[in-house]
Every structure is written in structure tokens, then in C-alpha cells.
């Protein structure tokens, strides 16, 4: 088993900047990717940003490309995702997913059912 604790959010103004880091222990040589997914109240979980463990290649959502980076740092087995050029609708419950099983497919790594282990969650908050 993996598990994922982040860290990072809070309150922040619109067109400000955040930084979410997501700490994984255990069996963290199996993971395959790491990814970020969002949520608001009343709305589905959405894919922010993932980061394959062993080759680097990165992703994002439309939503968010431009304005958000994700890093990791291998020797921590911590991932990193700087958002910047925030605005209110980036508002929701950040959380941190690890893929534990070699999908290896683009679906896999930016949708929900592609990842086997998941954090509580960091709130982010953008005010107006």
C-alpha cells in the first residue's frame, strides 16, 4: 500500500499563487504516476495535473495548462504543484492519486479509475 498525505492549501487571493506538495510513503516503489485531481461540492472530481514516476512526461488539463506546474523530487518521493494566476473557480478539495499498476495510457493517467491510492485532500480557496 501507498499513502498519500498533501500539504499547501489555504486562503488566497484572486491571481495569487499556491503551492501543493504530496508526500508518499510505503510501497512507493510501485508507483507508476502521480497525479492531482480536484473537487468542489456537488460537482464530479476533475483532473488537474499528473507526472509519470519513472520517465518524468507530464500532463495537464486544459483547464489549468499555463498557469499550474507539477515536479517531483524521486530521493523524497514527494510530487509538487505549483498554481499560479489563481481565480475563484480553481476553488475546490485538492487531492493527490497514485497510479499503482502500469496503465500506460493517457486515459489511465487523467481519469479517476486510473488510480489505486488517494490523500485526504488540501483545500484551496481563492477569493475574489
Known amino acids: 500500500q501507498v499513502q498519500l498525505v498533501e500539504s499547501g492549501g489555504g486562503l488566497v487571493q484572486a491571481g495569487g499563487s499556491v503551492r501543493l506538495s504530496c508526500a508518499a510513503s510505503?510501497?512507493?516503489?510501485?508507483?507508476?504516476?502521480l497525479g492531482w485531481f480536484r473537487q468542489d461540492p456537488g460537482k464530479e472530481r476533475e483532473f488537474v495535473s499528473a507526472?509519470?514516476?519513472?520517465?518524468?512526461?507530464?500532463y495537464y488539463a486544459d483547464a489549468v495548462k499555463g498557469r499550474v506546474t507539477i515536479s517531483r523530487d524521486n530521493a523524497k518521493n514527494t510530487v509538487n504543484l505549483q498554481m499560479n494566476d489563481l481565480n475563484p473557480e480553481d476553488t475546490a478539495a485538492y487531492y493527490c492519486?497514485?497510479?499503482?499498476?502500469?496503465?500506460?495510457?493517457?486515459?489511465?493517467?487523467?481519469?479517476?479509475?486510473?488510480?489505486?491510492?488517494w490523500g485526504q485532500g488540501t483545500q484551496v480557496t481563492v477569493s475574489s
Open positions: 492519486a497514485a497510479q499503482l499498476v502500469s496503465r500506460n495510457s493517457y486515459s489511465a493517467l487523467t481519469t479517476e479509475g486510473g488510480y489505486d491510492s
Open positions: 510505503g510501497r512507493t516503489f510501485s508507483i507508476y504516476a
Open positions: 507526472i509519470s514516476w519513472f520517465d518524468g512526461n507530464k
